[in-house]
């Protein structure tokens, strides 16, 4: 099946930094990444669409200038969380989807961020 | 909007059968999923129904019946590393492939 990877799978920093979180399609091309954020005990909630090559959707009550997204190839998506505080801190997943009309969504491993 | 509804938690013992209900409410419908997440992982695919009825893959099915805005997954011969979260999920009702989840149900099978 469909791989997708994320990298880092952990990472903690101070509070102010910025943390970049990649999500690669390994042997598919992604004409459609999603980022979701989980926190613990909840479900995943969407946090915004990137498409190649375009600007991504964000979700509403998510703030683009603080999750800066690109998706800068059909295999490529990267999440940067700018200044980040403790309450960024949460389970960050992306999934991905090819062809149009394909309904499975491949989920990442996620990475776990933790702000200190 | 989209919500969906599902039992927060189910406790099953070894080799029995469980089901665990959605109910959803969307402004459009292009199917119903359900995924597995085991603590501190990603979720896993596990089903889709866009039409009524029942599809099975191996120990798992899973019911759709768009008229009642309702499904369910049933999960056969309980193995204890079917302890899980499970979700269901509806495709954004704008006809994106972005997905809204229930709050997911925590199965716990005791042996």
């Known amino acids: 099946g469909a791989v997708v990877s994320q990298h880092p799978s952990w990472v903690i920093c101070k509070s102010g930094t910025s943390v970049k979180i990649e999500c690669r399609s390994l042997?598919?091309?992604?004409?459609?990444m999603f980022w979701y954020r989980q926190f613990p005990k909840q479900s995943l909630m969407l946090m915004a669409t990137?498409?190649?090559?375009?600007?991504?959707?964000?979700e509403q009550g998510v703030e683009k200038d603080k999750f800066l997204i690109n998706h800068a190839s059909l295999t490529l998506s990267t999440l940067t969380v700018t200044s980040a505080h403790p309450e960024d801190s949460s389970f960050y997943i992306c999934?991905?989807?090819?062809?149009?009309?394909?309904?499975?969504?491949?989920f990442g491993p996620g990475t776990r961020l933790l702000v200190l | 909007g989209q919500s969906l509804e599902q039992p927060s938690e189910v406790t099953a013992v070894e080799g029995a059968i469980v089901q665990i209900n959605c109910t959803y409410q969307?402004?459009?419908?292009?199917?119903l999923s359900w995924y597995q997440q085991h603590d501190g992982g990603a979720p896993t695919f596990l089903s889709y129904?866009?039409?009524?009825g029942l599809e099975e893959t191996g120990r798992f099915s899973s019911f759709l019946s768009r008229s009642d805005s309702y499904g369910y997954l049933l999960l056969q011969e309980l193995q204890m590393k079917d302890s899980a979260s499970y979700f269901c999920?509806?495709?954004?009702?704008?006809?994106?492939?972005?997905?809204?989840f229930g709050s997911g149900t925590r199965l716990q099978v005791q042996p």
């Open positions: 042997d598919f091309q992604a004409t459609t």
């Open positions: 999934s991905a989807t090819g062809f149009s009309g394909q309904e499975t969504q491949y």
């Open positions: 129904n866009a039409l009524d």
């Open positions: 999920a509806v495709r954004d009702g704008t006809g994106r492939r972005a997905l809204t």
């Open positions: 969307t402004s459009g419908f292009y199917g």
């Open positions: 990137s498409n190649e090559g375009s600007k991504a959707t964000y």
